[in-house]
């Protein structure tokens, strides 16, 4: 008897393992964690060159005027839309309206001047400068249109 008893016991020892773990393998998997052994020294690309902030900072402080997608495509982002010159020389962005900082300043084309002349300023240690080299002006037209010319046509613009 006692030997039958030990023998459903484990039956339903193992059975009621099988059942608690499988309910795992089917839960949802909605969030991603994920740790760095990085820590940038500040925030601000455009003062130094350290790797860590250009792995922790662009994707999540920097919103740009395009974004590219999964599929290589050129999206808005900052901008709503644009016109590249036939010669690709001049790009010229309209920016979207509304849009905010974080402490509830406008985002207009001043802020856009200033950012891509801080990257592109001769004693700006960005670790990116060189994607920026192209740039020979940036001028505001407006509040809501920025144009930007190149010295030479270039696909890291």
Do not use: C
């Given at each position: ?12 020892l ?5 059942l ?17 052994s ?9 003062a ?11 994707a ?6 395009t ?5 290589a ?36 084309s001043?802020?856009?001047v200033?950012?891509l ?18 740039i ?15 010295k ?6």
């Amino acid at each position: 008897m006692k030997s039958i008893f030990k023998k459903y016991a484990k039956l339903l020892l193992i059975s009621g393992s099988a059942l608690i773990f499988s309910g795992s393998a089917f839960a949802a998997k909605t969030h991603l964690t994920m740790g760095m052994s990085l820590e940038p020294p500040h925030l601000d690309p455009t003062a130094g060159a350290a790797a860590a902030i250009d792995e922790v900072v662009y994707a999540n402080v920097f919103e740009g005027l395009t974004r590219i997608n999964q599929n290589a495509e050129v999206l808005p982002a900052l901008a709503d839309s644009w016109i590249i010159s036939s010669d690709g020389l001049t790009y010229t962005f309209s920016l979207r309206r509304g849009v905010k900082f974080h402490d509830g300043a406008a985002f207009d084309s001043s802020d856009v001047v200033f950012s891509l002349e801080r990257a592109t300023a001769e004693n700006s240690t960005n670790a990116q400068k060189a994607l920026f080299s192209a740039i020979t002006s940036v001028e505001a037209q407006g509040k809501n249109i920025v144009v930007v010319k190149l010295k030479t046509p270039t696909g890291n613009f």
